[in-house]
RNA sequence: CGGGGUGUGGCUCAGCCCGGUUAGAGCGCCUGCCUUGGGCGCAGGAGGCCGGAGGUUCGAAUCCUCUCACCCCGACCA
């Protein structure tokens, strides 16, 4: 492509609403253009690199048996009636002259494919995947293409028989996942994570580490360890019990309201204050019972409820149901309440709670003789710097940019929408489902956040829109132009994606500038300096690192490069 | 949805508090000249109902009310 004749709206100036390297380069290179809030138009160059890499993710897809089909963006409302998911808080939109809907997703549409066609144990297994457009209905887009109202993604669907078989199929894409990411250079990690709103038995999230990401990740940096913080667990020690069980003693804490407060008024040691959180699940009152110092970790809390509606109950709820006000709250003599705990509670005693009666505390609570605690589970979000829950080591906590997810669905969207087959006695069964998806932009972005310099992007081969960008540094030069085009019509007959920046009326600071910005992993420079010894100069973009060459041999040492 | 911020030429912004010539700068763009190894120089030029609506006023980019859009933090998030 000559850039003389190309749309590559370049841009000096940093536009003003980006935040994130990604989206300030994205735009400036003139890969994408903001349409409206978490929408982009994306220009030739980038899209270019979008189709790199979703050629990238079609070829190990296709690796495992993928196979590639289009489904509708536009679905019938009822459909995700059917499958529960229409009134998922922030997810779908929906068209206002009919009752259709914007896909965010294709579990439904798959479903609805696989329920009329899949009838027998011999259709099975069933790899189907899609690249193409989906649509959320994002509260707050951000991030440039990280999170946006319209995306594309590839999302693939395994059917299977059995659950040992989708383990199977998983395990396919966790592996293509990983060639998938690696041959686009980008340096990722894999973690353990929660199913969240797609429901099913199993997930995993591949993810960059990155201050903007939006997930936050637990790492062991020692054994490897990694999980997503929404399931992260750690080796903290329990509560545990002390020598003796002293009696019940109600200690008055006048206006004490939070456990800092207690911490400093009672002079005793945080880790035998028990906090309570009161919330309302499914309309019924829900005592939480957790260390002082601890967070409740809401996925986990739905984890451990099994779904359903919760949320903190309000201050005239609470004094209505205990008598008492929060801060005041606690699990002996507590009427009317499912009492639920965090597993380093069990068996816990010399604790410190609220009396239900405010101003006043209770201590040498043991909650084996004094409470009825209905459940334990897992309910704390892990700090920085506890021990890893493999090999003790201290827990790193970043933030992460997820690329992909897989997900065993197991028989969820077959319950709802009915998809079953014959086994070889006749009998129906639901068919196993997985999806797994990825996110095209956040390839291209995430590649970016990873690769670039105060100058502009730095491309590898994989993703980069065009291998080499050629450089004629003057074509008034007669010369210049002669051997530029030379050279770039040798570059396309060896079928080298070259970018030739063949512009008469820019100057060289201004082409080299741009070259670095657009980032191709080679610029082949052709001005008089070189050529009054016959020579090109060819610069590698990571390194800066120059060499020159004879002009004849320009082409097959870029050949040569492009090789490594 | 809560909090904060911003809307002025294609881009980045000044002007707004404290109302008053014809609304400015840099970059970009057009024409001509010049220059040609790191966003080059000189000269000339085009381009804006100051997001929108209403109001206050002799007079509004500027003050008030409403509204829309976009960005950031939070909530939410497959």
């Not at 890969?31 to 050629?55: D, E, H």
């Not at 999806?435 to 956040?442: A, Q």
């Not at 670095?516 to 610069?539: A, R, S, T, Y």
């Amino acid at each position: 492509m000559r850039l003389s004749k190309a749309f590559v709206p370049t841009l000096k100036e940093v536009p003003a609403d980006a935040t994130i390297p990604s989206h300030k380069l994205m735009l400036r290179a003139g890969f994408m253009r903001q349409l409206t809030s978490g929408v982009y138009s994306y220009l030739p160059l980038g899209y270019r690199a979008m189709m790199k890499a979703m050629n990238i993710v079609r070829e190990e897809m296709n690796a495992i048996g993928g196979q590639e089909l289009l489904l509708p963006a536009l679905n019938p409302e009822s459909l995700w009636v059917q499958s529960g998911r229409r009134t998922i808080p922030n997810f779908i939109l929906s068209i206002k002259e009919r009752d259709l809907v914007l896909a965010p997703t294709h579990e439904e549409v798959i479903g609805y494919i696989a329920s009329m066609h899949i009838q027998s144990y011999k259709d099975l297994p069933q790899i189907w995947y899609q690249i193409q457009t989906k649509f959320r209905n994002e509260p707050r887009p951000r991030s440039g293409v990280l999170r946006g109202r319209q995306f594309i993604m590839k999302d693939a669907y395994s059917l299977d028989r059995s659950w040992e078989d989708l383990d199977k199929n998983y395990d396919l894409h966790a592996e293509a996942y990983k060639k998938i990411f690696t041959r686009c250079g980008i340096k990722f990690f894999i973690v353990g994570a929660s199913s969240g709103a797609m429901g099913g038995t199993g997930s995993q999230e591949f993810m960059i580490e990155s201050e903007s990401g939006e997930d936050t990740t637990a790492l062991c940096p020692t054994c490897g360890y990694a999980a997503n913080l929404e399931v992260a667990t750690s080796n903290i020690p329990k509560v545990g019990r002390v020598e003796k069980s002293e009696p019940l003693k109600e200690i008055h804490t006048p206006n004490i309201k939070t456990i800092t407060d207690l911490v400093e008024f009672l002079k005793v040691d945080p880790s035998r204050l028990a906090k309570s959180l009161v919330y309302r699940y499914n309309g019924k009152p829900l005592l939480i019972l957790m260390m002082g110092n601890d967070q409740l970790n809401e996925s986990k809390l739905t984890a451990a409820l099994g779904g359903g509606d919760f949320a903190p109950i309000g201050p005239e709820d609470l004094l209505a149901l205990t008598g008492a006000d929060g801060g005041s709250i606690g699990p002996v003599n507590l009427k009317g309440f499912r009492i639920i705990a965090d597993n380093r509670l069990e068996g816990a005693n010399g604790l410190i709670s609220g009396a239900n009666r405010n101003d006043y505390h209770i201590a040498n609570i043991d909650l084996e003789r004094d409470s009825k605690i209905d459940a334990f589970f897992d309910l704390r979000s892990i700090e920085a710097g506890e021990p890893c829950p493999q090999c003790t080591a201290p827990l790193k906590i970043s933030n992460a940019i997820e690329l992909g997810h897989i997900f065993k669905l197991g028989t969820k969207y077959s319950d709802s929408l009915n998809i079953t087959y014959l086994d070889e006695n006749g009998q129906a069964k639901p068919v196993i489902m997985g999806s797994y998806g990825i996110g095209i932009e956040r390839i291209v972005a995430c590649y970016i956040e990873q690769n670039n310099d105060k100058d502009g992007i730095i491309w590898n081969k994989s993703l980069a829109p065009y291998e080499v960008h050629l450089i004629a540094v003057n074509m008034n030069s007669k010369d210049v132009e002669t051997a530029s085009n030379q050279i770039y019509d040798r570059m396309i007959d060896a079928q080298i994606e070259v970018l030739f920046d063949d512009r008469a009326s820019v100057s060289p600071g201004f082409k080299f500038k741009d070259a670095d910005l657009l980032g191709m992993p080679f610029h082949v420079i052709v001005g008089d300096k070189g050529l009054k010894n016959g020579q090109v100069e060819i610069k590698r973009r990571r390194t800066g690192e120059r060499i020159l060459v004879k002009l004849e041999e320009a082409v097959s040492e870029v050949q040569k490069l492009l090789a490594e």
